[in-house]
């Protein structure tokens, strides 16, 4: 049963995190009269303090469970060049889904905004996700979680289980912080169910052809971060990375968010598949040969 119990104790790490992240974020605002930056930074800083350590710590009993330590984790600094792979993998979805869409019709682009006017505001919002949501999620879910659950259950099963464990989080949280009285951090509904669902599916098969959970932080930040300053209007105090409109409410969004996740689904697999592929001529012909 030792599997469980580091099970559980990855995911309650994780979740205890995020709770006590965004418990000291209200407490921050309320006892400091911090906000904003301030107030997420100090989110991210103790989410990372908490989990990052306590998730590296509890990996040399995984080891000790698989009878086996890699000689280059999946968190190797080694493997760093992969957090590369995973922002341009994100970059290249989203710029196919934009284009798509507006040869489509689907959205209208009516301006493109200089970078000097939202650049900064991406590269501190970069910082805080990084430390609050990137950076924990990764090295806990995508990296121990799966490696717990991949020691007792076939690939496929791992990364179902992952996923839902992954859903299961800011549920927990939302609870949590509704019994305490906190305002809850995400409005559970059926799209944030299937965007969550799929893109936990997303982030496992990435790293699952990198063998490293940078692929998977470069491809979920860059994923939040054209979310929040190119599909989002909304921006944060400045303006989009470019202003448009949709033919039909909500459509465009929808088919670049799909795009990106989607896409990196059926890169991961084609990926995958073509490895699996060489991997069996080569053992074929070995075979032949000898």
Not at 30 to 47: A, H, P, T
């Amino acid at each position: 049963m030792r599997w469980i119990l580091l099970l559980i104790a990855g995911w309650t790490t994780l979740t205890v995190g995020l709770f006590l992240g965004s418990l000291s974020g209200t407490i921050a605002e309320q006892q400091f009269n911090v906000s904003g930056n301030i107030k997420l930074f100090v989110q991210g800083i103790v989410m990372s303090g908490l989990v990052v350590p306590t998730i590296l710590y509890l990996y040399r009993h995984v080891y000790q469970l698989r009878g086996i330590k890699p000689k280059k984790p999946i968190y190797s600094w080694k493997s760093i060049y992969h957090f590369i792979t995973g922002i341009l993998l994100a970059t290249v979805l989203a710029s196919l889904g934009f284009i798509i869409a507006s040869f489509q019709g689907w959205i209208i682009i009516e301006q493109w905004h200089a970078p000097n006017q939202w650049f900064t505001a991406l590269l501190i919002n970069m910082g805080i996700a990084i430390l609050y949501e990137a950076l924990p999620e990764e090295l806990a879910l995508r990296g121990m979680v799966y490696d717990v659950l991949r020691h007792r259950f076939v690939a496929w099963l791992a990364v179902l289980f992952q996923t839902l464990l992954f859903l299961s989080i800011p549920i927990a949280v939302n609870q949590v912080q509704a019994i305490v009285g906190l305002a809850p951090g995400n409005s559970i509904n059926i799209s944030y169910i299937l965007v969550i669902l799929c893109f936990g599916i997303c982030l496992q098969l990435l790293r699952l052809w990198t063998r490293s959970i940078w692929t998977t932080m470069g491809f979920h930040l860059t994923y939040l971060e054209i979310s929040r300053f190119a599909i989002s209007q909304n921006g944060y105090d400045v303006p989009p990375m470019v202003t448009y409109h949709d033919s039909v409410l909500g459509l465009g969004g929808l088919f670049i968010v799909s795009m990106i996740i989607i896409g990196g689904i059926i890169v991961s697999l084609f990926i995958l598949s073509l490895k699996r592929f060489i991997w069996k001529n080569s053992n074929s012909t070995h075979s032949s040969l000898s």
